[in-house]
């Protein structure tokens, strides 16, 4: 049964008659158990349908189902039933209060949740635990570092254990270290908790190393859902270089080019220095080909490697833009997409 | 019931936060007592009835009657519509919105920040009170515990609006300017430091439009021993009235999905 089901989601703004369609309809499913990230440039609309999903903001249109009960007939059975942890950096903060102790933040998310003192007590303990945050309880939560912090807010978001939970950039302004601790408890989440963890991000590393499945919004709409994998392999394919031996050189890369232009799986070639770049559907099946080839026709390789496209690639296809560099207008969760809209109707056509 | 036990938990809260920096507290009640000690004096000199419209003894007692009802609607104004500013900071470090999610009542978040709003009120209250017996208030108990009455009226009102305007605005650069337009005139127009009868015609009626000075006046009359008269009953009316409408805007922002 899926966890998350929505249909058309949409939400408008509208100020001083101008109104913005920030989210013009996502559709969204997500089983449990999974780790779904939403990926988007600054001002795509992640945020936005986000705050929806999390019954902050009313849809302006739309429907939803997250984690069994209607967001807009139920919200409080919604919340009941989320964890939701905001954004750190930003408009607002990840949702810590600087003169607290770390523990009086669990023991009051778990009163905020009903749960009883002794319940929220030994749970608190736990996500101490799971959370490296051991020795931390009796420290002013303005004390902590960002990790700390950071820890302490996803901690927040499951003292009441879930089935779901909301992460918003968990990852952003964290350093490199903390970022891949913080991907190594998220994944514990899922295995030792069986949480379904939907999060926000827009970093392509993080997604392509966390998240099973991947919806990319941009001005509003979902462009693509797939795997990273399926997502990567739909934009071009992949890139075996290889050079061969041969003592004159030209000879035996002549004579590779000739027999590997006949397989299949080559869609491209083309030769530089000595080096020959294939251009091939699926990498992984397409190499044993490759090597039964050059091997039948007695050529040896002294080198191979398969390069992927990387999401960065996917995104630059999908979206026209790098999610790198933000544009200069994107701060913020509003667009007002009017000229680039066409381009984007052409990719979602795709699903 | 689960809508009451939500308030009492972000009471709870709210009350260790500011407990923890107390500051803003204490400098709130010194204010009043400086006017006190360094103000009051000046009105212990005035001829007799100049500040009860004729009626009055005159002296150090009657003064101080009259002048710490206007102060104790001073420290109101200014403690309850300041303390939006702190919503605003919460709102920024994303507490609102973790809050707001969990299945507390929306309307819990504000009810829980103004009953810590109104105990507080009561403690600087008291400690103003003595203050003011200290430097000469004779007044009757039942009139203190009346003023109390109107305090905590006029505490729920102001910080409920305070709360809802911060909530929206969510900046403090735009939210102190504000505060301040609106916060001295109401004081100016209220008679605190002296009776809006004192002014010509054309400032009385201008001074018709805050409550305050409703409420003032009916405490005035409670700390000369009148407990019931046309002014009683028009300063409870005002203060009834102001809070609960107050109170039920203030809700409405709390509850809305729209922030």
Redesign the interface.
């Known amino acids: 049964m899926a966890i998350i089901e929505a249909r058309g989601l949409a939400r408008d703004f509208t100020s001083r008659k101008r109104t913005v369609h920030a989210v013009r309809g996502v559709d969204l499913t997500v089983e449990e158990g999974e780790i779904v990230g939403f990926l988007g440039p600054n001002g795509a609309g992640k945020t936005t349908t986000l705050r929806m999903l ?5 849809p302006t249109a739309g429907t939803a189902v997250v984690a069994g009960a209607d967001l807009l007939r139920d ?2 059975g919604v ?2 039933r ?1 964890g ?1 942890v ?3 950096i930003g ?10 102790l770390v523990i ?1 933040e669990l023991l ?2 778990g ?4 749960i009883g003192r002794e319940e929220t007590r030994r749970r608190a303990a736990a996500l101490i635990e799971q959370l490296d945050l051991g020795g931390l309880d009796q420290r002013y939560v303005k004390t902590l570092s960002g990790g700390q912090r950071r820890r302490l807010e996803i901690a ?1 978001g499951l003292v009441h254990q879930p089935p779901l939970v909301f992460l918003d950039e968990p990852t952003t302004g964290l350093d490199p270290q903390s970022r891949s601790n913080m991907w190594e408890h998220i994944r514990r989440l899922r295995s030792e908790l069986g949480t379904t963890v939907f999060l926000t991000t827009h970093y392509l590393d993080e997604a392509d190393a966390l998240c099973d499945r991947l919806f990319v919004i941009d001005h509003g709409v979902t462009v693509a859902v797939g795997t990273p994998d399926e997502l990567k392999r739909r934009i071009s394919g992949d890139v075996v270089t290889l050079s061969v031996n041969g003592a004159a050189g030209s000879d035996g890369t002549a004579a590779a080019r000739s027999v590997l232009v006949e397989s299949p799986v080559v869609q491209e070639i083309t030769v530089s220095d000595g080096v020959l770049r294939l251009t091939v559907e699926q990498g992984e099946q397409a190499l044993p080909v490759l090597l039964r080839a050059l091997d039948g026709a007695g050529i040896t390789m002294s080198a191979i490697s398969l390069s992927r496209p990387t999401l960065d690639d996917v995104f630059l296809t999908l979206t026209g833009r790098s999610l790198r560099d933000d544009s200069p207008g994107g701060a913020g969760n509003s667009t007002d997409g009017g000229p680039e809209l066409a381009g984007v109707a052409g990719a979602t056509g795709k699903e | 019931m689960s809508f009451i036990s939500d308030t009492l938990f972000v009471f709870r809260r709210q009350l260790r936060l500011i407990l923890r920096v107390p500051v803003f507290l204490i400098v709130g009640v010194l204010q009043p007592i400086l006017y006190l000690a360094l103000f009051g004096p000046l009105l212990t000199k005035l001829p007799a009835g100049t500040l009860s419209g004729g009626t009055g003894t005159g002296g150090t007692a009657d003064a101080y009657r009259f002048f710490v009802p206007g102060l104790l609607i001073q420290l109101a104004l200014f403690g309850s519509t300041f303390v939006g500013f702190a919503i605003i900071s919460e709102w920024r470090a994303g507490i609102i919105e973790r809050y707001r999610v969990t299945p507390i009542s929306r309307v819990a978040l504000l009810t829980g920040r103004v009953l810590r709003d109104v105990v507080t009120l009561v403690v600087q209250s008291t400690v103003l009170i003595l203050a003011g017996v200290a430097f000469g208030l004779r007044a009757p108990i039942g009139a203190v515990l009346l003023s109390y009455v109107f305090l905590v009226l006029v505490a729920i009102g102001l910080a409920s609006l305070s709360y809802a305007t911060a909530l929206r605005i969510k900046s403090e650069d735009a939210f102190a300017p504000l505060v301040n337009s609106v916060v001295v005139p109401l004081i100016l127009l209220s008679g605190i430091m002296l009776p809006m009868t004192l002014g010509p015609g054309w400032l009385q009626g201008i001074a018709r439009v805050s409550p305050f000075r409703y409420i003032i006046d009916a405490m005035r009359e409670a700390y000369a021993g009148q407990y019931w008269n046309a002014i009683m009953v028009e300063g409870i009316c005002v203060a009834v009235g102001t809070a609960a409408v107050l109170l039920w805007l203030g809700s409405r922002v709390f509850v809305t999905e729209n922030t």
């Open positions: 999390t019954t902050l903001l009313r919200p409080l919340r009941k989320i939701f905001p954004q750190a408009q607002t903060q990840g949702g810590t209060s600087d003169n607290s009086e009051d998310q009163t905020a949740y009903r927040l």
